[in-house]
């Protein structure tokens, strides 16, 4: 699930295209912007480049091998390591072949591995936290989305035990598209509200996440409660400016290009107050 403070691709992409487009425009406008497949591809199965993928899996290693199965190399470079030797002679192999076709693969989710100064790391570039509006906006994501990763992974019962993989890829596309309007699906509680859903499961869920971490009680009040006011106010970074730009219209009586510049202009104003989102006036 994605709860979008700003929205951040919103009013760029807006521009370019003329069109009120999703709250969260960047997942819809990656992935159609880098599918060359054709038709026919398509119809036979072939994977896009840009996956949210396709099923639970059960350890990292399952990314890898489905980016070596699905998806063919597009530059053919080779390496001179050999990694089987640097591993008997006691060191970390480079695996550039490998990280080189792992970086034309544009999951949402994608493996990293990589090796510094000498020592091997594995990493999941995980993009499912927007940037901004303000600070205060982007922590309050980031203690949400970790609070609730850390209660959801240690419940006794996991999510993807209680919920299909096309159901979640399902709930991801109905909450870029419609923010806070969304409707999700969830294990016990079916199709509902995603504000509903957030206040009565997902932020207690989170709390005790972060104090599952060692948060600071005050702390974790403070950046769950912006999410908290997101949700009753029913303002996003992407819902105030779809509302500035039509009031701006609508009582000024520019046309909407010049209306995305003045909003833009508001935008970089109140991000400078730090002050969240849910907060700024729409006049």
């Known amino acids: 699930m994605k709860l979008d403070a700003g929205a951040g691709g919103f009013w760029r992409d807006a521009v370019r295209v003329g069109q009120q487009l999703w709250h969260e425009t960047r997942i819809t406008l990656f992935e159609q912007a880098t599918d060359t497949r054709p038709d026919e591809l398509k119809e036979q199965g072939v994977r896009p480049r840009v996956w949210f993928g396709e099923r639970w899996i059960t350890s990292v290693f399952d990314l890898f091998e489905e980016n070596i199965r699905y998806f063919p190399a597009l530059l053919p470079i080779s390496e001179d390591e050999d990694p089987v030797a640097v591993l008997d002679r006691g060191a970390c192999p480079q695996l550039a ?70 159901t979640a890829a399902e709930n991801l596309h109905e909450a870029a598209r419609h923010g806070l309007d ?87 104003e109140h991000m400078h107050t730090n002050e969240p989102v849910h907060t700024w006036p729409t006049t």
């Open 97 to 166: 072949e490998m990280s080189l076709h792992n970086g034309t693969i544009y999951r949402w989710n994608r493996p990293v591995y990589a090796v510094v100064d000498g020592i091997p790391h594995l990493r999941v570039e995980n993009r499912v936290l927007p940037a901004g509006p303000t600070i205060a906006d982007t922590a309050a994501n980031t203690a949400f989305y970790y609070g609730l990763v850390r209660a959801l992974t240690e419940a006794q019962r996991p999510i993807w035990t209680q919920m299909s993989f096309t």
């Open 182 to 268: 969304a409707h999700l699906y969830w294990p016990g509680v079916g199709d509902t509200p995603v504000a509903e859903l957030i206040l009565r499961r997902l932020l207690p869920l989170a709390r005790q996440g972060l104090d599952r971490w060692g948060v600071n009680q005050v702390d974790a009040d403070r950046l769950l409660g912006i999410i908290e006011q997101r949700c009753l106010t029913g303002q996003t970074g992407a819902a105030w400016q779809i509302a500035t730009v039509a009031e701006i219209t609508r009582h000024s009586g520019v046309d909407r290009h010049e209306a995305l510049r003045q909003m833009t202009q508001r935008y970089i």
